[in-house]
C-alpha cells in the first residue's frame, strides 16, 4: 500500500534582512527547477501554528526569534520530484533575538539529519531565478 494522500498543515516564517527573506534553496530533479522556501515546518497536534513557526526556526537554526506576527495563511498544492504535496500554510513574520544574524550571508542549518544553508535573497533574485519562491502565493503576502 502505498503513501496515504493528506493536506498538512504548516508554520513558515519571513525572517527579513531590509527587503531580503532568509530562504532554504532547493531543486526540483523532476521539472530541473530551483525553488527557493522560507525556513518553517510542520504543526505539532496540539501545537498552534505560532508555537509551530519559533519551534521550527529554533530547531533548524538554533536560535530564537520574536515578534512573530500571522500575515496570513496559503493553500498550496504541488508536485515536487514527481510527489504530490498539499498544504496548509501560516505565513508568519518574525525576527531574530541575536541580531548579529543579520549581519550573516547565510546560516547553517539541519532538518532530521540533513545539513543546508539558509540564504537571504532580495525579491529580484526571486523574482529572476534560478531559485523561485514558493508557495508562490506568498508573493501577497509580502
Known sequence: ?????????????????????L??????SVKQRGFARPLGGGIDFGETSADAAVREIKEELGFDITGVTLLGMVENIFVCDGEPGHEIVFVYDGRFVDESLYGRESLTAMEGKRQFEAVWRSPQALRAGPHYLVPEEIWDLL
Open 23 to 28: 530562504v532554504h534553496e532547493s531543486y526540483d
Open 1 to 21: 500500500m502505498g503513501k496515504k494522500e493528506r493536506i498538512r498543515p504548516i508554520s513558515i516564517c519571513l525572517l527579513r534582512r531590509g527587503d531580503e527573506i
